[in-house]
């Protein structure tokens, strides 16, 4: 298994890019396959995470090409999936999966099984399930039909009125997605807003959308026209990069072209109220997202707050949140971010041992956890349950514990297959081992 060592790192600095963003390169893959004519995708994320998806599509029939650096999609339309002769595989992807099962169960008569790794396979399926069910979708899985493998028999969907108990963007895009195959209007209610990159990417390319407040409507459609991609570079992996140049003393680091979403910034926004320097140099757009280059640097911080609605916005970012934490003043608390539990790992639970195991102090509380800090950290062995933003986020940490920190990196080429390079190249002490 792979393994990364990370030394004490004192100013951190330099210029660099992150790859591109996950979310947005699922779904410009997804879209451009239900397209007619063919798109173009540049800056796409060859992370593993969506490599599955391009493979299940591939699977399914698309044409998808790889030249240099963009990814060339030759569309087959909204119903011209071709019914896989084996089993797809997501991966260790959420996305890949609960987003193919929404357009899958409204191909009629389609049959296709779905299935991930075993992380995968214990996360929650009956959030997109029962709603798509709802709509006459035909969907088996195990425990209950909550845990892939999936067994999907494609239908002619109708519009259902959804309103959702948890604000997952996954959830709202499979039943956009399944409200374009769908007969009448499909409408979508969440608790609070997640991320809108699909909302985003209707608009760009034309498709029916409303919205009210949290609601959305969309409907039936015959098809639309191919568009071509510029995929931003992604806020989640930046995170890891504004956390070193926070913690690490004497650091001042830019990331450049950094997909700046309303929906995706909430950890830029708290970091900002606990005093973090961060600046945004310049803005501009492409496909409908807000682009711009983030400046951080060292900084001491007052206690973190994350609480309420702005968790969506930042809940891939609580691991590296939590590390920062450990070198804020006094307490930060963590609250209402149960989700985690059901992502990749438990990550409240990886949090929380592997803050303690390093020297610092966390809590698990009801629906979260605290920080204490500020606190000097010791290098050690981290167990990062194979869960990529643990990985990442340990990492980070050991760039301010005395001695060596050691973290598993194989996950890490779930979302950031470049991450040690460009931790290397701010001058981190960074090796990887593969053993
Ligand atoms: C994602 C949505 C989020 C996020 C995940 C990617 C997406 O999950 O945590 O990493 O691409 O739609 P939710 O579906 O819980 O919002």
Not at 47 to 55: G, H, K, P, Y
Not at 268 to 296: H, R
Not at 313 to 336: C, M, N, R, W, Y
């Amino acid at each position: 298994m792979k393994k990364i060592v990370i030394k004490k790192s004192l100013s951190l600095r330099g210029e660099v890019l992150v790859p591109g963003d996950k979310s947005i390169s699922h779904r410009a893959l997804i879209f451009s396959a239900l397209s007619e004519g063919e798109a173009k995708i540049e800056n796409f994320l060859f992370s593993q995470d969506c490599l599955s998806t391009m493979n299940c599509l591939k699977n399914l029939g698309v044409n998808i090409e790889i030249l240099e650096k963009v990814v060339k999609v030759k569309g087959v339309g909204i119903r011209g999936l071709k019914e896989p002769e084996d089993v797809l595989d997501a991966g260790n992807s959420g996305t890949t999966i609960r987003l193919l099962t929404g357009l899958l169960s409204g191909i009629p008569n389609m049959f296709t099984v779905i299935t991930g790794d075993s992380s995968l396979r214990r996360r929650p399926m009956r959030r997109v399930i029962d709603p798509l069910m709802n709509m006459g979708a035909m969907i088996w899985g195990r425990n209950d039909n909550n845990n892939p493998p999936l067994a999907i028999r494609g239908n002619q969907l109708k519009g259902f009125k959804h309103i959702l108990k948890v604000a997952s963007a996954q959830v709202k895009s499979a039943l956009l997605i399944a409200g374009l195959l769908a007969e009448g209007e499909t409408w979508v209610t969440e608790p609070a807003l997640s991320r809108d990159h699909t909302e985003r990417m209707f608009e760009y390319l034309g498709l029916p959308l409303e919205r009210e407040g949290l609601t959305l409507k969309t409907h039936k459609i015959e098809g639309y026209k191919a568009k071509d991609f510029y995929i931003p570079g992604d806020i989640s992996s930046a995170a890891f990069l504004i956390g070193a140049g926070l913690i690490s003393e004497g650091s001042s680091v830019v990331i450049k072209n950094v997909g700046l979403n309303p929906t995706r910034v909430g950890m830029l926004e708290i970091l900002k109220k606990s005093g973090a320097k961060i600046e945004i140099l310049k803005e501009w757009e492409a496909g409908k997202e807000p682009i711009g280059d983030i400046k951080v640097e060292f900084s001491e911080l007052e206690p973190i707050e994350v609480m309420g609605d702005i968790v969506p916005s930042l809940i891939d970012e609580v691991p590296i949140l939590a590390i920062i934490a450990t070198q804020a003043k006094g307490k930060s608390v963590f609250k209402d971010v149960e989700e985690l539990k059901v992502k990749e790992s438990d990550r409240i639970k990886a949090i929380v041992n592997g803050i303690n195991k390093m020297g610092g102090k966390a809590e698990e509380i009801d629906g979260g956890f605290v920080v204490y800090g500020p606190s000097k950290l010791i290098g050690s062995e981290i167990d990062t349950f194979s869960d990529h933003r643990i990985a990442m986020s340990f990492a980070i940490a050991g760039l301010v514990a005395e001695g060596e920190t050691i973290v598993e990196s194989e996950s890490i080429s779930i979302s950031f297959p470049n991450f040690v390079e460009v931790i290397f190249q701010l001058g981190g002490n960074i090796i990887e081992l593969s053993a």
